[in-house]
């Protein structure tokens, strides 16, 4: 049982030195982004940029949101009004202008075209179990 602890607080001591003589990690400026290919993600360069910067949406994120909630308050119409509020929370801080902006973009109506093709195909008892799941929290 000694020769166990005296391992262990060993090992501890050994990792608690390598991590305080560690070298720390590369700046953000030094790490190459990744290219989007699914449209531009807004930041506050955007000229229409949101007003929460801590919560940029890509273009093609807020069709598929507004396309999937619209689609769930079209088959679950006791509950669209909950789908309009999850909506509104998730547009929360992205000024009326910057949605707009985004929602006359190429990249927003290839994004709603597509979901709403694959929404289409997929079993209406399907979508609107997911729809109630979503309000759920599930």
Known sequence: ???RFSALI???ALAVS????????PHAATVKPIPSKT????TNSHDSGPSNPAAPISVDGLAQVTAILAYCSQVDRPDAGK???????????HSSLEIKVDESSS???AGAR???LQLASLPV??????CKSFLAGR
Do not use: C, D, E, W
Request: hydrophobic share 40%; proline share 7%; aromatic share 8%.
């Open 107 to 109: 990249f927003y109506g």
């Open 39 to 42: 449209g531009p993600i807004k």
């Open 83 to 93: 789908y309009a509020q999850a909506l509104a929370n998730i547009l929360a801080g």
């Open 125 to 130: 008892s399907s979508v609107v179990s997911a």
């Open 114 to 116: 597509s979901i709403n």
């Open 1 to 3: 049982m000694g020769l």
């Open 10 to 12: 060993t090992g501890t």
């Open 18 to 25: 390598s991590l305080s003589h560690a070298t720390p990690p």
